[in-house]
């Protein structure tokens, strides 16, 4: 496993040992769901796109409440995002566009 899919790996298990998200059978199954596509081998950027997709479905179906340890992951994982790639290049050209 290279750093960065050990880095996504170790995120998802920090989440999933949280005690809050053990007794939330939903993120408990999403969690393994995603940290066994690292183990079958599926790219971390691919496992990152779809875990923040997820992470963000939960959220809106359940109102923005969700244990910090979901948080965390969120933010540990989104660097990694195609997504998040793309807001950071368009604020970087909105920044340019105001000097």
Known sequence: MDEKTAEVFDAINTAYADVEVQHNAELSRLLLKHRRTLENGLAYRATCEQLTTAISQYLL???????????????????????????????????????
């Open 61 to 99: 179906f359940h109102q923005l409440s969700a244990p910090k340890a979901l948080s965390e992951l969120f933010e540990t994982i989104s660097k990694y995002t195609a997504q998040t790639q793309t807001i950071d290049t368009h604020n970087i050209w909105i920044d340019d566009l105001h000097l």
